[in-house]
């Protein structure tokens, strides 16, 4: 079955860095387009970042813009965001996604905060 597994997440001050992960398994990883979503306490949950298959287009929210990557190692069956110049409205759980499978994992906390 398909399994997602996130990891990565802490506690950074504002201005910080982190690397988040997510190791997949269950699916055909190289034929998914990716996604990195975020959810804050009270708020809806947020496409924040997308990946193609190969990982030649990219596409990210107008908040992280310039400030995140997402990335991904199809041999590793592996996707990344890397996070820097974080803020702390970049508080949230964060999820990874196959865009086309409905299935989530069970997410990072990410807590930014001096």
């Known amino acids: 079955q398909v399994q997602l597994v996130e990891s990565g997440g802490g506690l950074v001050q504002p201005g910080g860095s982190l690397r988040l992960s997510c190791t997949t398994s269950g699916f055909t990883f190289r034929m998914n387009g990716m996604r990195w979503y975020r959810q804050a306490p009270g708020k809806e949950r947020e496409l924040v970042a997308h990946i193609s298959t190969l990982g030649g287009s990219t596409s990210y929210a107008d908040s992280v813009k310039g400030r995140f990557t997402i990335s991904r190692d199809n041999a590793k069956n592996t996707l990344y965001l890397q996070m820097n110049s974080l803020k702390t409205e970049d508080t949230a759980m964060y999820y990874c996604?196959?865009?086309?499978?409905?299935?989530w994992g069970q997410g990072t906390q990410v807590t930014v905060s001096s």
């Open positions: 996604k196959a865009a086309l499978i409905d299935y």
